[in-house]
């Protein structure tokens, strides 16, 4: 099983900045990992955010947060980050960190994911 805790959740004003943590646990998770971030804000379906393999050398966003946010993962410590920068109140959402065994970042499919962290951002 993998284990995945989200952290760093809270609330922001517009144009400010939060960065997320989330650390994978588990006697199945191994650092070759894809890691990421999916989003869900209320009344809408699940939106993919970003995503980072294990040889941080490919990186995915959503168009929504490219230029904005920036995925960073430490693999020595199984822990992926998001930093939310120029955050706006259509970046309210219950934030997810998930991860898959795929070498390659996509935007779905991914077979493991947290209990999420809540970032609202008043305008």
């Known amino acids: 099983q993998v284990q995945l805790v989200e952290s760093g959740g809270g609330l922001v004003q517009a144009g400010g900045s939060l960065r997320l943590s989330c650390t994978a646990s588990g006697r199945t998770f191994r650092i070759s990992y894809t890691m990421g971030w999916f989003r869900q804000a209320p009344g809408k379906e699940s939106e993919f955010v970003a995503a980072m393999d294990w040889s941080e050398t490919k990186t995915i966003y959503a168009d929504s947060v490219k230029g904005r946010f920036t995925i960073s993962r430490y693999n020595a410590k199984g822990t992926v980050y998001l930093q939310m920068n120029s955050l706006n109140a259509e970046d309210t959402a219950i934030y997810y960190c998930?991860?898959?065994?795929?070498?390659?970042?996509?935007?779905?499919?991914?077979?493991?994911r947290g209990q999420g962290t809540q970032v609202t951002v008043s305008s």
């Open positions: 998930a991860a898959t065994p795929a070498l390659i970042p996509s935007t779905r499919d991914y077979e493991y």
